[in-house]
């Protein structure tokens, strides 16, 4: 777990909750987690992470796109946002 990501102010508990999940997965690929699955791993609403998500994006922490074909969403973390949890030591 990053205490850097905890200590953010710029984001809620859910923003910094999807953050963990997405750093947790292998940084060898794309990550392709449909938001109703991050709900139940998160004990949520798929809703609550459509907003979550569009949050992230808007504050310049993800980059996301929706794959409609598979009904799926790649979603990768932006390397500002990387700058940012891992700067200082």
């Known amino acids: 777990m990053?205490?850097?990501?905890?200590?953010?102010?710029?984001?809620?508990?859910t923003e910094k909750l999807v953050l963990m999940l997405?750093?947790?997965?292998?940084?060898?690929?794309?990550?392709?987690?449909?938001?109703?699955?991050?709900a139940k791993e998160l004990g949520t609403t798929r809703k609550i992470i459509l907003e979550?998500?569009?949050?992230?994006?808007?504050?310049?922490y993800i980059k996301t796109k929706v794959v409609s074909e598979c009904y799926s969403r790649t979603t990768e973390l932006t390397s500002d946002f990387l700058m940012l949890i891992n700067e200082g030591g």
């Open 52 to 60: 979550t998500i569009e949050n992230l994006r808007v504050v310049g």
């Open 22 to 38: 997405i750093l947790d997965f292998p940084s060898i690929g794309i990550f392709n987690l449909r938001a109703g699955d991050m």
């Open 2 to 13: 990053n205490s850097k990501l905890l200590k953010l102010k710029t984001i809620g508990s």
